[in-house]
């Protein structure tokens, strides 16, 4: 079955630590997203990749970095220096970067930091 | 520059129809809508495209009024899996870079 993969569904880190989100894609897509969502608030655009070896900041990158040396994946590093970062993680891939293709989106990991 | 969605919630009993609207305050290329239950990934529902395109689910409907900049999600006849959390997402260019909105939260009563 084709689709996202978000590993792990629950993570739980210490306050200062740098941790890695993972987000794997069989769907040949192009283009993939990550995105943070707060408590009853909408998807706030974090990265974006457009194509392998190729990823721009989105709205509230600080904070966050990305790599895409592989088609399939798209790792987000949640580092040290972003303030609040305890939130669901959104991973979403689409065919290309046109306005005009929906966007699957993972299953999301909760990270809470302690 | 995120869109406001309005309502913000709305109760339906089962069969009753609901309209949901999106509003930008910038010039619109697409809106994207979406459904999201509690804890799961947003689920897509359609796509309306600057010049009238539109994709989507037949049994959803929507509007996209380029002048106004705004779309609406028109929902019939519902059922209680219409429930959750309802998101449009806009872009203002020929990207795929979606600003989403503020969310209408949906419950819908047998």
């Known amino acids: 079955d084709g689709g996202i993969t978000q590993s792990p569904k629950y993570l739980f880190r210490k306050e200062g630590q740098n941790v890695t989100l993972s987000c794997e894609q069989n769907l040949n897509h192009d283009a993939m997203y990550w995105y943070r969502q707060d408590p009853g608030q909408g998807l706030r655009l974090i990265y974006y990749?457009?194509?392998?070896?190729?990823?721009q900041k989105g709205d509230i990158a600080e904070g966050y970095s990305v790599s895409r040396e592989k088609k399939e994946s798209f790792p987000l590093t949640v580092t040290s220096a972003q303030k609040n970062p305890t939130a669901f993680y959104l991973c979403?891939?689409?065919?290309?970067?046109?306005?005009?293709?929906?966007?699957?989106f993972g299953p999301g990991t909760r990270l809470t930091v302690l | 520059q995120q869109p406001v969605q309005s309502p913000q919630a709305v109760i339906l009993r089962e069969g009753e129809d609901a309209v949901i609207n999106c509003s930008s305050s910038k010039a619109l290329y697409s809106v994207h809508w979406y459904r999201q239950k509690h804890g799961e990934a947003p689920v897509f529902l359609m796509i309306?495209?600057?010049?009238?395109e539109q994709k989507g689910h037949e049994k959803i409907s929507a509007s996209f009024n380029e002048k106004k900049q705004q779309s609406s999600l028109y929902l019939t006849a519902s059922q209680l899996s219409y429930s959750g959390t309802y998101f449009c997402g806009s872009t203002g260019g020929a990207t795929n870079k979606l600003i989403f909105g503020t969310g209408t939260l949906l419950a819908v009563q047998p």
């Open positions: 309306l495209l600057k010049g009238g």
């Open positions: 990749s457009q194509i392998v070896n190729d990823f």
């Open positions: 979403a891939s689409s065919l290309v970067a046109d306005p005009g293709d929906e966007q699957f």
